[in-house]
């Protein structure tokens, strides 16, 4: 396979700053000569090593250079998160001259299994996945890497023995996430009561070290009893089952915590539909999250970088495409806790596929 960028594009890497350097120079120059050709028309620009050319809607296109082609697969695009996730990738690869091919993993091990082990049947430039559940995919990874072909994994961990030869790791820190925003719903609740924390995949890393981060944060606060600790699967659908049961189940709930947005908005439907009132914190901090903070529906969230992880797995995989070697093996992605001043930035800046 012919893993090069572009035969302009190619160059070692101690080269590879200075000629950015120039060519931003050189194309930001020439924007402001010609009025400016916009972020995509830049990119693009940077991405092949040549001049951007304008197009009659306004966007690149690149004047030559091998396209890419790259397989990316997360958990399940019916989570908000994950959609987005698509979105950044498929926005960046197009202004880059990434081919992207999805695969979703329906929510499903079974699902991802299939769709992966059909994934390694064919020629890639790179691939980037996030599995629903550790040690399931380990087999078509395997084959890939074995083929030559860089694979990245996003957000949780494929293989628990860590030997395979992932070409890195972009992970938020999900203890930090599932602490702090425990820690603000805990002081909400006044340091007692009884709360639920409602988990996502119990075979996701990211899921197991958010109930990790959640129970740091509890040990804090000795009056305050955890009575309910189900999984949801990130299913909006089974957090609604559970919640109506909880209400029927518990007169007294003074909190919860919820291992994504999705799940603690689709819990929040359930309290206000039942006309109670409980504070409420979630990870990932979506926009109807961060509104749901800035209006004071729920108590807390923190970023869990959809843009960031994605947008990097691209970025990466075009490095290691064209053969950079010195790609570090594991990559934090960080995000703030969300409040009302830093929660209108935050959306732009996630409408923007950069966070």
């Known amino acids: 396979m012919n893993n090069k960028l572009s035969t302009e594009g190619t160059t070692d890497n101690v080269d590879q700053p200075a000629r950015l350097s120039e060519l931003t120079r050189r194309i930001f120059l020439g924007s402001l000569g010609a009025g400016a050709i916009g972020l995509p028309a830049f990119l693009a620009a940077c991405s092949n090593g040549e001049p951007a050319k304008q197009t009659s809607s306004g966007g690149a296109s690149s004047t030559g250079g091998k396209r890419l082609r790259a397989a990316f697969s997360n958990a399940a695009l019916s989570s908000t998160w994950c959609a987005q ?59 890939m890497i074995d083929n030559g072909i860089p694979v990245i994994q996003m957000d949780t961990e494929i293989d628990s023995s860590h030997k395979l030869g992932i070409t890195t790791f972009f992970e938020p820190d999900n203890i930090y996430m599932g602490e702090v925003s425990a820690e603000a719903l805990f002081q909400k609740m006044g340091g007692k009561g009884k709360v639920i924390m409602t988990q996502g995949a119990l075979g996701h890393t990211g899921a197991q070290r958010r109930a990790k981060g959640f129970r740091q944060a509890l040990a804090k606060y000795p009056n305050i009893e955890l009575i309910a600790q189900d999984p949801a699967d990130w299913d909006v659908n089974k957090v609604a089952q559970l919640w109506e049961n909880y209400l029927v189940k518990y007169k007294q709930l003074d909190g919860a915590f919820f291992h994504n947005d999705d799940m603690a908005l689709a819990a929040f439907k359930v309290v206000k539909n039942a006309n109670r009132t409980i504070p409420l914190a979630g990870v990932d901090a979506m926009p109807p999250a961060i509104q749901a903070v800035i209006n004071g529906d729920m108590v807390a969230t923190v970023r869990n970088p959809a843009g960031r992880i994605h947008w990097g797995a691209l970025m990466v995989g075009m490095l290691a495409a064209s053969g950079t070697k010195d790609i570090p093996k594991y990559i934090l992605a960080d995000g703030p806790v969300v409040n009302n001043q830093n929660g209108p930035g935050l959306i732009f800046m996630e409408n923007q596929f950069f966070l």
């Open 85 to 143: 996730g698509k979105q950044v990738v498929e926005t960046w690869g197009k202004w880059f001259g990434v081919d992207i091919t999805w695969y979703d993993g329906g929510g499903s091990v079974d699902v991802q299994r299939r769709v992966i082990d059909d994934m390694a049947t064919k020629k890639w430039d790179f691939v980037a996945i996030q599995t629903v559940g550790i040690d399931t995919l380990v087999a078509p990874v395997s084959q």
